[in-house]
């Protein structure tokens, strides 16, 4: 399999200039960017050579991925104080659900799979984990912490969708996932919320943009197990 190609450690992915809260957050996950850009579930959607069986995989475990998002994004926005945040995190919840019908949709027809065959696979250890994480700190931290539990999921796509762009696909279902997260529709929703991050650093504090720090790269790397797990065709145990 071809190698995705990575960014430099100096990109500055952000809104804000070098000197902004976002910034730092990046430059703190580069190790984390690079192992998922180096992941071959990424490099086989690139040359075309990912296993259908391997995408499936991730296509059913991300949609039921997206409805626990959607409801981290509005358990977040109603702690929101500032009118713009409220309003750009409801409204990403519910793109949240309309990504499921619209991208993840076309997918799982193609496979020949019903939407109650979906909804019948069970979660992923991964999955529930990654889900779980994100709606304890959107429902009981700060509003900050469900800021910084989903922060990972549209920024990590993002990048990750700039990098493989450069490539391509010569299978139109990866080109189609790769041109969805590369989109300067996503990007300018991605550059939104990174904009409401720096504004909310300002009033964290030390201590705060700290705790904001470690669980950003938290979900950075529950991004990186994500694509393992589908990788790995992650079940249950026992």
């Known amino acids: ?7 430099a450690p100096t990109d500055d992915p952000t809104p804000g200039g070098p000197d902004a ?11 984390i960017q690079a192992a998922i850009l180096a992941h071959p579930f990424l490099a086989g959607l690139t040359d075309g050579t990912l296993p259908e069986d391997t995408f499936r995989t991730y296509v059913v475990q991300d949609s039921h991925y997206l409805k626990g998002f959607a409801r981290a994004l509005a358990l977040t926005a109603g702690r929101a104080e500032a009118d713009d945040e409220i309003v750009f995190l409801a ?3 519910a793109e949240a659900i309309t990504v499921e019908h619209e991208l993840h949709a076309g997918f799982i027809a193609d496979f020949g799979l019903s939407p109650a065959e979906v909804a019948a ?4 250890p991964t999955t529930q984990a990654y889900v779980d994480f994100m709606l304890a700190h959107a429902a ?4 900050a912490d469900g800021l910084a539990a989903v922060l990972a999921c549209f920024w990590i796509y993002r990048e990750v969708g700039r990098a493989l762009l450069t490539e391509g696909s010569p299978d139109p279902r990866y080109g189609r996932w790769i041109d969805t997260y590369a989109s300067d529709e996503f990007s300018a929703q991605v550059d939104a919320l990174l904009t409401i991050v720096d504004r909310r650093a300002d009033g ?10 470690e669980t950003w790269l ?6 990186w ?3 393992d797990a589908a990788w790995r065709g992650e079940t249950w145990p026992v």
């Open 204 to 213: 964290l504090g030390a201590a705060g943009r700290e705790r904001f720090r």
């Open 218 to 223: 938290t979900g950075c790397r529950y991004e």
């Open 21 to 31: 809260f976002t910034a730092n957050l990046w430059r703190s996950a580069a190790p």
């Open 140 to 143: 009981a931290g700060s509003s």
């Open 91 to 93: 409204t990403a919840g």
């Open 1 to 7: 399999m071809s190698a995705v190609p990575e960014p």
């Open 225 to 227: 197990r994500f694509w």
């Open 121 to 124: 696979t069970p979660r992923s």
